[in-house]
């Protein structure tokens, strides 16, 4: 399983647009082929510090994803809202212990 996690820092301004613009895709996102979990979280200390969380059965599961149409068209929407760069790991699960 692969794990990834993009960071996205956004203009105060468009926080609302963002959160629009993940409500309206969310359940597209977590039906993508491959995708079994998807979670939005907000920084604490920094309103406009977002991170995307989610598991993909493979990473060529991922790949197909990014190189969708869908995702090209919220990327699209979604990269102009940015104040800073995001940044995105791809992790390989290792343990979990509960």
């Not at 647009?17 to 979670?39: M, P, V």
């Amino acid at each position: 399983m692969l794990v990834r996690i993009v960071k996205l820092t956004f203009k105060k301004e468009n926080i609302a647009s963002f959160e629009a613009i993940f409500e309206n895709n969310k359940k597209k996102i977590r039906q993508a082929d491959g995708c079994t979990f998807l979670e939005l979280l907000q920084s604490e200390e920094e309103n406009n510090i977002f991170f995307t969380y989610s598991h993909w059965n493979s990473a060529t599961d991922l790949e197909n994803y990014k190189n969708s149409e869908f995702f090209k068209n919220v990327w699209l929407k979604t990269k102009q809202l940015f104040e800073d760069k995001p940044e995105a790991w791809s992790l390989i699960k290792k343990e979990t212990i509960n």
